[in-house]
C-alpha cells in the first residue's frame, strides 16, 4: 500500500491541521492515489474541497463492481477508479457514484473512450457539491449547471454554486414510446425538478467546444427551454477557447483565467461577487421594468430615492392577467420561401401553462391572444398597454431563445456544409450511421416518406439485392426496367418526365406502383399511396412539391363518364405533368401585392391509369409503359409485396442516399452533361424530341442503381454487365410504344383519319370545284356523299345529296379545305367524343404545312388561293390520295431504329467492345471515387437470366458506344 496516501493534506503538500471535525462528505478510511491528486489539483481542486465531498480511489474490482451494479471481471479491466460520492439536493447520501477509471473502455462503432461511468441499469442523477446545498433551497441564489463533477466542484469552489449532469442530456426525464420512438416533451428529471427554479437565476456553462456540436448546442436550448417551464431565468454563456485551439471546461477555464474572468461571462453580475444593490420593488424587473406578480404581467417605474439612493416603484400598472414568454423560434423551411413562428407559452396563477404557435407577422398585433389562449386570456384596457405587453413579452423571455429550424419537404438539403437527404424521420448522410440531426415536419400522405437507418455490411448487400429482386421476372422488362430505373434517378434530382402505368383493371397496375413507392417507404402500400387522382388540384400541386427528388406514385387516371369529372382528372394531369417537365409553379400573389415564390413539382410522378391524358403535349413528357393481362406473375408480386413491406426496399434506398450523400455535390455538378450528352446521341431516332431526353434519364437512373449495387457488393462486373444490356433492351422496346402511343395522341398525326371519319359518318362533305358530287375516287360516298338512287335519264345516273356542311373540294387529286369549316367540323367531332380539340385552327396548319402535308403554300401562307365556284379562295391544299393512305402521312424523315446499324452500349465502368474491329473503352473515368470490389461471381437469383426478358440478344439502338457515361 505505499503506493495509495490518505486523502487530504498529505496529497496536495498543504499546510492543514492534522485532524479536523469531520463533514458529512467525509469517507472515512478511504485514500486519494498520488496520481489521482495530481489530477484533482490540475483543475485546481484544494484539499478542503476533495475532503469535504468524500473523494477517493478505489483498487478493489467487487468494491468497483458494487458501485458500478457491473460484475468483478469487468470491473478488473478498469483497473483503480476516481470515485465522486452523490448525494441529492437534501443533502442525503445516495449510496451512487460516479467513477473515472484509470482504464477506460472504448465506445462501441464510435471514436473515443468513455471517460465517466455510471451505475449500470439505475436512474442518472445530479451532482451537487458540498458548498452548493445550501444554495438550493434559496431561490433567489443563482445556479449553474454543467457536465461533469470536477467542473461543478470547481466553480462551487470558487464561489459559483453549480450542479452537473452525468452528460448534457442527461437532465430529460424517462418519457413513453410509441412504435420504438420516445414521444413527449423533454422535462427536467426528479433531482433537477426538487429545486425550486421559480424566478431563480440558472447559468448553463458546458465545455467550449459545444459552439461546434450541432448535439450539445441543441441539448442546451432544450434544457434552457425546460428550466423556462420551471420559471427559471436562464442564460447559455459560451467559455472561449484558447488562442492555441485549446478547449476549455468550466474547471480549465477557472484554473486558467481565474474567477473574475467567469464573473464577466455572466449577465447580470451577482454570481459569485458583490454586485450593485437591485432596486426595492417586485423581483426579476427586466431593463424597462416589466415583471411577472401572480401570474399577471405588469409595468413599474421607477424613481430614485434621495435620501437612500435606491430605486423605488413608484407607479404598477397591469398589463394582462397572464404571463407570457417566447419559448422558442421556429422556422421552416419549405425549399422555396422560410416562414417565421414564435413558440409563446402563456400562464395563469394556479392553472395549467398552454403552449401555442404564432406566426412573426401576428405577434406584434398580439390578436392572437384570445385565437389561441383562450377567451380567460385577458389584455387590460388602455392606450399603449398592448405595445407595452408585447415589450413585456419579449423582455421577460430572455436572450437566449433557441432558434429551430424543420425543412418540411423531402429530398436532398446542404445543412452545415454536408448533402442530406431528408424524409420524415430526419436525414440521411454521408456520415456513420448515415443519418443527421436535422429536424423534418411532414403531415399528411407525406409522412409516409419515412426511410429507415441506412443498413451496412450484409444487411445493406441484402437490401440492394431485394430492390434488385424486382428485375427477376415479376413482369415484363419493359415495365419493370422503366419503373426501378425511375425509383432511383428521382433521388438524383428533379427530371422532366413522368412515368405512366396504363392498361385494364386488374392488371396489378397500382401493386407494381406500390412496390416503387415502398422504396420511399414501406408503410405506403397499395391502399395507402401517397397521391390519387381524384384528389383537388392544389392538393396535388402542393404534394408533388413537398415530395422532392422522390417517387411520387398519383394512383387510378380514370377519367368518369360525367364530363365535369372527366374534365378536372385531365386538368390535374395537365398541371401537374407539365409543371414538373417545364420545372413551372402556379406564380400566386400575397396580400401585400407581391409576388410569393413558385413551387413547381419537385418529385418524378409514377402516375397509374385505365387511360391517359388526351393532350398531345402532354403525352409527349410520359414515358407511357403498357401493362396487360397476365403480365405480372402473382407468385412474385407475393414475395416482392412482403419484401417492401418488411422495409427492404426502404433500407436500400436509405442506402442509396447515404452512398450519394458525400459524392452528391459531384454528381449534381456532372448530371446535366450526362444527360445532355446521352440525348443528343440519340436525337433523331425517337419519335418525339422528348423521347431522347426520357431515354438517357432512364439509363442515368439505371447506371447509377447499378455503380451502387456493385459498390456495396451487391452484384459483381458481369450481373451488372447483364443487367446494363437487358435495361437497353427493355428502353427500346419503350421506344418503340412510345412513338406508337404519341402518333395515336398526336392531333396532325390524326388528322386524315379524324376527316376520313367526318366524311363518312355525315358530318361534313367534300364537293367538286363546281360544287356537285366528287367523281375523284373512291366514290362520292367516300366524300361525305349519300345515294338517293337513281336519276332518270340518258345513262340513269347514280343521284347522290351531301350530308352535313360543306368542309372543301377536290379535283383531280388535289384537295382544298376551307380552314374554318374544317376546324368547326374538328372540334365539334372531337367534342361528341367527350374531348377538347387539343390545338388551334392557327397551330393546327401551320403543323400540317411543316408536316409536309400541305402540297401549295403561297408565299410562306399556309393557305393558296383557287378558284372555285366562280370565286377566289384561299384554302388548304393537300394530296387527295393521302386522305386514304395514312402510312404515308406527315413523314418528318426520322431515321427508324433498326438493330443493324446500332452497338451495344457500354455498362459504365465496363470495358466491352464497341465496333466490329473489336476496339475496347478502358474504364470511363469517376469523379466519385469507388472502389472496385473483387467479389465472387455470385449471381442474385433469378437476374441472371428472365423469361420475362424481351430479347437478351439485342443490340442497342445507339448510333455509337455511348462513352459519354461518365463520372
Not at 403531415?443 to 424486382?470: I, K, N, Q
Request: proline content about 8%.
Amino acid at each position: 500500500m505505499s503506493d495509495i496516501i490518505p486523502a487530504g493534506p498529505p496529497a496536495f503538500n498543504a499546510n492543514h491541521p492534522a485532524e479536523r471535525e469531520p463533514t458529512t462528505r467525509a469517507t472515512a478510511g478511504k485514500h486519494v492515489l498520488p496520481h489521482h491528486a495530481r489530477e484533482l489539483c490540475a483543475s485546481g481542486l484544494s484539499p478542503d474541497t476533495i475532503l469535504d465531498n468524500g473523494i477517493y480511489s478505489e483498487t478493489e474490482p467487487t468494491a468497483v463492481a458494487g458501485l458500478l451494479n457491473w460484475d468483478a471481471r469487468r470491473a478488473r479491466e478498469l483497473g483503480s477508479v476516481l470515485v465522486y460520492p452523490h448525494t441529492d439536493p437534501t443533502g442525503r447520501q445516495l449510496g451512487h457514484a460516479t467513477v473515472k477509471p484509470d482504464k477506460p473502455r472504448g465506445r462501441k462503432g464510435k471514436p473515443g473512450v468513455i471517460k465517466y461511468e455510471n451505475p449500470f441499469r439505475r436512474p442518472n442523477r445530479l451532482y451537487v457539491p458540498a458548498g452548493a446545498l445550501t444554495a438550493l433551497p434559496n431561490p433567489v441564489t443563482p445556479l449553474l449547471i454543467t457536465e461533469g463533477c470536477k467542473k461543478a466542484l470547481a466553480a462551487t469552489q470558487h464561489g459559483f454554486p453549480c450542479v452537473s449532469l452525468p452528460g448534457v442530456w442527461s437532465w430529460v426525464a424517462p418519457r413513453p414510446e410509441v412504435a420504438g420512438k420516445k414521444v413527449g416533451r423533454k422535462e427536467l428529471f426528479d433531482d433537477l425538478k426538487a429545486i425550486s427554479w421559480r424566478d431563480r437565476p440558472a447559468v448553463i456553462v458546458f465545455d467550449s467546444d459545444a459552439a461546434e456540436n450541432p448535439a450539445v448546442k441543441r441539448a442546451e436550448r432544450e434544457l434552457a427551454a425546460a428550466l423556462r417551464r420551471e420559471g427559471a431565468v436562464v442564460q447559455i454563456i459560451r467559455l472561449p477557447v484558447e488562442p492555441d485551439g485549446t478547449k476549455n471546461g468550466l474547471d480549465d477555464f477557472l484554473v486558467r483565467h481565474g474567477p473574475a474572468a467567469l464573473e464577466s461571462l455572466i449577465n447580470p453580475p451577482g454570481i459569485g461577487a458583490t454586485a450593485a444593490a437591485p432596486p426595492s420593488g417586485p423581483a426579476g424587473l427586466t431593463e424597462s421594468g416589466y415583471t411577472a406578480i401572480r401570474g399577471g404581467t405588469y409595468h413599474c417605474v421607477l424613481t430614485r430615492d434621495e435620501g437612500t439612493g435606491a430605486s423605488v416603484v413608484t407607479r404598477q400598472t397591469k398589463l394582462a392577467n397572464f404571463v407570457a414568454r417566447i419559448e422558442g423560434h421556429r422556422v421552416t423551411d419549405d425549399g422555396a420561401e422560410q416562414v417565421r413562428e414564435l413558440v409563446i407559452g402563456a400562464e395563469q396563477q394556479g392553472k395549467p401553462k398552454v403552449t401555442t404557435g404564432v406566426s412573426v407577422e401576428r405577434f406584434a398585433g398580439l390578436d392572437w391572444v384570445v385565437e389561441r389562449l383562450g377567451p380567460q386570456f385577458v389584455i387590460q384596457p388602455g392606450s399603449g398597454k398592448r405595445d407595452h405587453l408585447r415589450c413585456a413579452i419579449q423582455e421577460l423571455s430572455g436572450d437566449a431563445i433557441p432558434l429551430t429550424t424543420a425543412y418540411t419537404h423531402t429530398g436532398w438539403r446542404e445543412v452545415g456544409g454536408d448533402w442530406h437527404y431528408l424524409h420524415a424521420g430526419g436525414a440521411v448522410s454521408g456520415r456513420v450511421p448515415g443519418r443527421g440531426a436535422v429536424e423534418v415536419r411532414l403531415d399528411g400522405s407525406a409522412a409516409g416518406f419515412r426511410l429507415p437507418e441506412p443498413p451496412t455490411g450484409a444487411g445493406l448487400r441484402d437490401a440492394v439485392r431485394g430492390s434488385l429482386r424486382l428485375l427477376a421476372g415479376l413482369a415484363p422488362d419493359a415495365v419493370m426496367f422503366a419503373v426501378l430505373a425511375s425509383v432511383y434517378r428521382s433521388v438524383l434530382g428533379t427530371p422532366d418526365y413522368a412515368l405512366w402505368l396504363t392498361g385494364p383493371t386488374g392488371v396489378q397496375k397500382s401493386e407494381i406502383a406500390a412496390l416503387a413507392q415502398q422504396h420511399f417507404g414501406p408503410a405506403m402500400t397499395r391502399n395507402r399511396l401517397p397521391g390519387n387522382w381524384s384528389s383537388t388540384d392544389n392538393a396535388l400541386e402542393g404534394l408533388a412539391f413537398t415530395v422532392k427528388d422522390a417517387l411520387l406514385v398519383v394512383d387510378d387516371f380514370a377519367p368518369s363518364a360525367v364530363r365535369a369529372d372527366a374534365d378536372r382528372q385531365q386538368r390535374a394531369a395537365e398541371r401537374i405533368i407539365r409543371g414538373q417537365g417545364n420545372h413551372s409553379g402556379r406564380q400566386r400573389m400575397r396580400a401585400d401585392g407581391t409576388l410569393r415564390p413558385t413551387k413547381p413539382p419537385r418529385c418524378l410522378a409514377l402516375a397509374t391509369g385505365e387511360d391517359v391524358p388526351r393532350t398531345h403535349s402532354i403525352t409527349a413528357r410520359l414515358c407511357v409503359v403498357r401493362v396487360q393481362k397476365n403480365d405480372v406473375i402473382l407468385s412474385r408480386l407475393t414475395e416482392s409485396q412482403r419484401d417492401a413491406s418488411n422495409g427492404l426496399y426502404a433500407a436500400a434506398l436509405a442506402g442509396f442516399a447515404a452512398w450519394l450523400a458525400p459524392r452528391y455535390a459531384a454528381v449534381l455538378r456532372g448530371l446535366d452533361g450526362e444527360r445532355i450528352e446521352l440525348r443528343d446521341r440519340i436525337v433523331g431516332r425517337c419519335p418525339h424530341a422528348r423521347t431522347p431526353d426520357i431515354v438517357a434519364n432512364l439509363l442515368l437512373g439505371l447506371k447509377y442503381l447499378l455503380q451502387y449495387a456493385e459498390g456495396v457488393q451487391a452484384i459483381d462486373a458481369v450481373e451488372r454487365d447483364r443487367l446494363w444490356q437487358r435495361g437497353q433492351t427493355a428502353f427500346r422496346s419503350l421506344v418503340e410504344a412510345q412513338g406508337e402511343h404519341l402518333e395515336a395522341n398526336d392531333p396532325v398525326a390524326r388528322f386524315p383519319e379524324m376527316l376520313a371519319a367526318i366524311l363518312t359518318s355525315g358530318r361534313g362533305y367534300v364537293a367538286d370545284t363546281n360544287g356537285q358530287a366528287p367523281d375523284a375516287p373512291p366514290s362520292p360516298a367516300v366524300w361525305g356523299w349519300e345515294s338517293r338512287g337513281i336519276r332518270g335519264g340518258l345513262g340513269e345516273e347514280p343521284f347522290y345529296v351531301p350530308r352535313g356542311p360543306k368542309v372543301g373540294w377536290v379535283r383531280d387529286n388535289e384537295l382544298y379545305l376551307e380552314p374554318d369549316s374544317l376546324y368547326a367540323a374538328l372540334t365539334e367531332f372531337a367534342r361528341e367524343q367527350g374531348q377538347a380539340y387539343p390545338i388551334t385552327k392557327q397551330t393546327l396548319t401551320h403543323r400540317l404545312n411543316e408536316s409536309g402535308a400541305l402540297v401549295r403554300v403561297d408565299k410562306g401562307r399556309t393557305v393558296y388561293p383557287v378558284t372555285i365556284e366562280g370565286s377566289r379562295r384561299r384554302v388548304l391544299v393537300l394530296r387527295a390520295d393521302s386522305l386514304f393512305a395514312p402510312g404515308q402521312w406527315g413523314q418528318t424523315g426520322r431515321e427508324p431504329l433498326t438493330n443493324g446499324d446500332s452497338f451495344p452500349m457500354p455498362c459504365p465502368g465496363s470495358s466491352i467492345p464497341t465496333s466490329d474491329s473489336g476496339r475496347e473503352v478502358g474504364p470511363l473515368p469517376d469523379e466519385m471515387p469507388r472502389p472496385v470490389p473483387s467479389v465472387p461471381n455470385v449471381p442474385i437469383s433469378g437476374l441472371e437470366q428472365s423469361s420475362r426478358v424481351v430479347s437478351q440478344e439485342s443490340e442497342s439502338f445507339f448510333l455509337e458506344a455511348i462513352d459519354a457515361i461518365r463520372h
